[in-house]
């Protein structure tokens, strides 16, 4: 990690410049977990949530954040996303909620911190809904599955070269 490509010579904030990178088809998934009492779990899965259906609402929650990326993480480039899924299953091991997302596009910068968002905000929508239920809940393991596109390639979580990987993400511009 020898190059932080946000900062400029003098150490100050700065966009990546992507223009000169070539578009590829770039996806990638991320995950979050809502953590909470297993009658909370009950309440959902039932949809007698008294402000209704939680994971209809996280599941537009998570689409519209990874839309709003750029308005919300400060040197994110706007995109042009071809698609964003955002699903949400019960896991009883938790107890709670499993939330995987992907983002898609053809462009010239990835979408990891799309996927991480819509992850999050989803994840976190759940826990507004329920918070009158269960303030204990915990929102937890929000982390990056998969990315591929671009020169890095393609990097899966747990696969014996991703992990500590911060060489892949520099050799890309950081973008």
Known sequence: MSELTHLDERGRATMVDVGAKDE????????????????????IEDQTVPKGDVI???RLAGIMAA????????????????????DIDSDRD??????????RLRGRTGVEMEALVAASVAALTVYDMCKAIDRGMEVTAVRLLEKSGGRSGTW????????GDVAGDAAEGGA
């Not at 590829?24 to 309440?43: D, G, I, P, Q, Y």
């Open 94 to 103: 938790l107890p709670g909620l499993r939330v995987t997302t992907e983002a």
């Open 56 to 58: 209809a609402a996280a």
């Open 156 to 163: 899966r979580r747990g696969d014996a070269d991703a992990e």
């Open 67 to 86: 839309k709003r990326t750029h308005e919300l993480i400060p040197l994110c480039h706007q995109l042009n996303l071809t698609a964003v899924t955002v």
């Open 24 to 43: 590829t088809e770039r996806r990638a998934r991320a995950e979050a977990h809502v953590v909470m009492a297993a009658e909370t779990l009950s309440v």
